[in-house]
C-alpha cells in the first residue's frame, strides 16, 4: 500500500494549471512570432487579418491525448520523444530546450493561417486549435511508422551511440557526408581499413532513420589520436562536412523565412477542382488548391505532408523508378514505412528533370498549381530552368516555397545541409542536452522535421498574400532558420534528479511540471522523508500506483514512454493516433488540428 503524509493535502491548483495543464508559453510565443511575420504584409496592404493572431492563444497541452500533465517535459515523456531521442545514450532522455514547443507553435500558426486562406478564397468562418501532444506525435512521424511496421526491429536492437566525435586535442566535431566514397577515403586516409571504415557506413547513414549511431571503435580511436587540424584537412580533401561542437546555446538571429512578392498578378483566381474535402474536425481549409513537391529525405516530404493534412492535393515529382528512399527498411508491404509516414496520398509523376522532357512535365504540372515546394541542392533550380522566374511565366500566381540546409547564412559555399550540421550550427546540440552531458546534436531528425513544418508555413504565408492581393510569391527557408526558432535557455540546463524520468517497480514516470516545482510535496505525497528520497522511494510502488497518488495529491505526471510500437494500442492515445489499416500498413499520428465552425 502507498504511504503518503496524512499533515499536508492537495495543493491548489493555479490559474490554467488545473487538471495538470499550464499554458503552454513557449509554443504561444513561437505561434505569435510566426502569425506575426506572416500577417504583416497582409496589414501592408489594408487586409482585414484580425483574429487570425487569436489563434496563437488555440495551444492546449494534453490535447486528446489522456495523460494527466501537459507541459512539454511531461508531452516528451508521454509521447515517446525522451525514448527516441534517448536511444543513443541508452534510455529516454529529455530535450533540455523547448523543441516541442516550437513544433506545436509551428503548427498553431500553420492552423491559423490555413484558416485565413480559406476566408480569403471565400470560406469563412473556420478555426482551429492544436496540443503539445498533437506536435511531439507529428514529430515522431517516421519513428512511429517504423517501429509498427510488419516486421519492424526495436529501437533496443540497434544498439547504442552517437556520432559526434573526439580529436586527439578534445575538440568534439560532427562530421557528414551522404557520399560511401568520401566516407571511404576520409577514414582511410586516418589510417582505419576498408573492412572496417565499411562496417562504420551502414550505422551512419541510417541513423536519420533509427537515432542510434553505433560506429565501429576504431573509427573513434582514429579520430582520438588525431588532432583538430588534420581532421579538418583530411575532410576537406575527400569533401566531408565537419563542424565543431560548441558550448555555447546561442540561436542564430535569422528570419523564419523570407518572402518576396512578384511583380505579377495572377490572371485570376484558379478554377475549382471539385467538392472541399472534410477532416475529421470539420472542413479542410485547403480544400481545391493543388501542390507540386520535388523533393527528398524529411524536410520537403514533411512539408508536403502538413498542406495535404490541411486539405491540398499534393503531386510528387520522383526520379524514374521512384524514390530510393521508397526502399528502405522496415516496409510496410511494398514501400518504406519511413517513406509512407511522409507521403501516403499524395499522387506521383516521375519525371528526369536532367533532361528537356523532365523540365516540360515540371512546367506542365506547375501550370495548374498553386504551390511549387522544392528542396533542391543551390543552383539546381537554375539549372534545371526551373527557377521561380522560369516558372512564374507559366503560372504567374505561384507560390515558389524552397528550403535549403543553411541559405545564406554560412557564406556562398555552405556545407551539405543536414539535419545533425544544422543542429550544431543552431546552437542545438549544447541547447538539446542537459549540462552534465557533452554538447551532441540529438540523434532524432529534430530540425529535419521542423525545417519541414516551416517551410510549409513560408507556404502559407505565400499563399494567403497571393490570396489577398493577387500577386504570387517566392518563399525561402532553411533547417538552420528553423533551428534558430527552438526557445532555449541562455546557459545549458541543469537537471535535479527530479528532473529526468524516474524508476519504478515496473517502468518509469516523470513529473509534471508542478510536481517539479514542488519536490517537498512529492515526497509528501509518495512517503518519502525528503526530495532525495524520491527516487528510491518510487521504486517500491508501480508506475499506476504512484501516478494515482500523485494525481490525489494535485501534482499531476505521467508514465514515461519506454515502447513506441505500443502507443498505437494505448487507449490514451486512442484519439490521437491511427492505427495501420488499408491506407497504410503501420500507424501514423492523426491530423494535429482540430477544425470547427464559428469565430473564435
Not at 568534439?172 to 557526408?177: C, G, K, L, N
Not at 517537498?520 to 497518488?549: I, K
Request: hydrophobic share 40%; net charge neutral.
Amino acid at each position: 500500500m502507498l504511504q503518503r503524509h496524512q499533515d499536508r493535502g492537495p495543493l491548489p491548483a493555479s490559474p490554467g494549471e488545473e487538471a495538470g495543464e499550464q499554458p503552454p508559453g513557449a509554443a504561444v510565443e513561437v505561434a505569435s512570432r510566426l502569425l506575426h511575420r506572416t500577417l504583416l504584409p497582409l496589414r501592408d496592404h489594408g487586409l482585414p487579418v484580425d483574429g487570425a493572431r487569436d489563434a496563437a492563444r488555440s495551444i492546449g497541452g494534453r490535447g486528446p491525448v489522456g495523460i494527466d500533465a501537459g507541459d512539454e517535459r511531461a508531452v516528451q515523456a508521454a509521447c515517446g520523444i525522451m525514448l527516441v531521442h534517448g536511444r543513443a545514450t541508452g534510455g529516454p532522455r529529455p530535450l533540455t530546450a523547448d523543441y516541442v514547443s516550437a513544433v506545436t507553435g509551428v503548427l498553431a500558426a500553420q492552423g491559423a493561417t490555413a484558416c485565413l486562406v480559406a476566408r480569403l478564397r471565400g470560406h469563412g468562418g473556420l478555426r482551429s486549435g492544436t496540443s503539445l501532444a498533437q506536435g511531439a506525435l507529428l514529430a515522431l512521424t517516421q519513428y512511429l511508422a517504423a517501429a509498427t511496421a510488419p516486421g519492424a526491429v526495436s529501437g533496443a536492437a540497434h544498439g547504442v551511440g552517437l556520432a559526434a566525435l573526439t580529436t586527439a586535442d578534445e575538440v568534439s566535431v560532427e562530421i557528414e557526408t551522404l557520399d560511401p566514397l568520401a566516407w571511404a577515403g576520409f577514414w582511410q586516409e586516418l589510417g582505419v581499413d576498408p573492412r572496417t571504415t565499411g562496417r562504420g557506413w551502414g550505422p551512419f547513414q541510417s541513423r536519420f532513420g533509427t537515432a542510434v549511431c553505433p560506429l565501429p571503435r576504431e573509427l573513434r580511436t582514429a579520430l582520438r589520436r588525431t588532432p583538430l587540424r588534420a581532421v579538418r584537412a583530411t575532410a576537406a580533401r575527400h569533401g566531408v562536412a565537419l563542424a565543431e561542437i560548441g558550448a555555447t546555446t546561442t540561436a542564430p538571429v535569422l528570419d523564419a523565412w523570407t518572402l518576396a512578392p512578384a511583380d505579377t498578378p495572377r490572371p485570376g483566381p484558379p478554377a475549382p477542382r471539385g467538392h472541399r474535402r472534410e477532416t475529421s474536425g470539420g472542413p479542410a481549409p485547403l480544400s481545391g488548391l493543388r501542390v507540386v513537391e520535388s523533393t527528398r529525405r524529411v524536410q520537403g516530404p514533411m512539408a508536403g505532408h502538413v498542406l495535404r493534412l490541411l486539405g491540398a492535393e499534393v503531386v510528387r515529382v520522383e526520379p524514374p523508378g521512384g524514390d530510393p528512399m521508397r526502399w528502405l527498411a522496415p516496409m510496410a508491404g511494398d514501400c518504406s514505412a519511413r517513406f509512407s509516414a511522409l507521403n501516403t496520398g499524395k499522387s506521383v509523376v516521375e519525371a528526369d528533370l536532367s533532361t528537356p522532357r523532365g523540365q516540360a512535365a515540371v512546367r506542365e504540372l506547375v501550370s495548374g498549381a498553386d504551390v511549387f515546394l522544392h528542396t533542391w541542392a543551390p543552383g539546381k533550380a537554375e539549372g534545371y530552368g526551373l527557377d521561380s522566374d522560369d516558372l512564374r511565366s507559366v503560372r504567374p500566381g505561384l507560390v515558389y516555397a524552397s528550403a535549403s540546409g543553411f541559405g545564406g547564412a554560412l557564406g556562398p559555399r555552405p556545407p551539405i545541409g543536414t539535419d545533425y550540421l544544422a543542429q550544431v550550427h543552431g546552437g542545438l546540440a549544447a541547447a538539446l542536452r542537459p549540462a552534465d552531458e557533452p554538447p551532441a546534436p540529438s540523434l532524432m531528425t529534430v530540425t529535419d522535421v521542423l525545417g519541414g513544418l516551416v517551410l510549409a508555413q513560408a507556404a502559407l504565408a505565400g499563399l494567403a498574400l497571393r490570396e489577398g492581393t493577387g500577386h504570387g510569391c517566392r518563399a525561402d527557408s532553411s533547417l538552420l532558420s528553423a533551428a534558430a526558432l527552438v526557445p532555449r535557455p541562455a546557459r545549458r540546463t541543469v537537471l535535479s534528479a527530479l528532473d529526468a524520468p524516474l524508476a519504478t517497480a515496473d517502468g518509469l514516470l516523470h513529473l509534471g511540471a508542478r510536481a517539479r516545482a514542488h519536490p517537498a510535496a512529492v515526497a509528501a505525497a509518495v512517503g518519502a522523508p525528503d526530495p532525495s528520497a524520491v527516487p528510491d522511494r518510487l521504486r517500491e510502488g508501480s508506475t499506476a500506483g504512484w501516478l494515482d497518488a500523485l494525481r490525489e495529491a494535485g501534482l499531476p505526471s505521467v508514465p514515461v514512454r519506454t515502447d513506441l510500437a505500443a502507443t498505437a494500442g494505448d487507449p490514451a492515445f486512442a484519439e490521437a493516433v491511427l492505427p495501420p489499416d488499408a491506407e497504410a500498413r503501420h500507424a501514423r499520428p492523426a491530423s494535429p488540428w482540430d477544425f470547427a465552425r464559428g469565430e473564435r
